[in-house]
């Protein structure tokens, strides 16, 4: 039996979804269309497929220290999400104690 090596060329590209997001730092799914956003400061927004909604999926900045290693650094969504809404992030106190961060779980309003 004689193995045959076949060379593909693989090209790959980057093209940029969206420009202007402050401080992005995690590109997140959940299983739909949409890609949100997690932006360092403290806010999630939705990139809808062609823009970037100007209402947040979640704004917690008054409870994110930031910035440097410190900010929201986290989002992900429970595998149910569609049926049960639940969501997770990542994110500095706002003490700053970097050893001190917290892992609460959300869940989505009715018109998100």
Do not use: K
């Not at 949100?36 to 409870?63: A, C, E, H, K, M």
């Amino acid at each position: 039996m004689m193995a045959i090596a076949l060379a593909v060329a693989l090209q790959l590209g980057l093209l940029p979804v969206a420009t202007g997001l402050d401080m992005p730092v995690g590109i997140v799914h959940a299983g739909d269309a949409r890609l949100f956003f997690v932006l360092q400061r403290g806010r999630i927004v939705i990139y809808d497929g062609t823009n970037v909604l100007s209402r947040p999926f979640l704004d917690i900045r008054s409870f994110v220290s930031c910035c440097g290693e410190r900010g929201l650094l986290g989002l992900a969504f429970h595998p149910q999400y569609a049926q049960n809404g639940f969501f997770f992030v990542y994110y500095t106190a706002p003490n700053g104690d970097l050893t001190r961060r917290a892992l609460p779980r959300f869940i989505r309003s009715q018109s998100r």
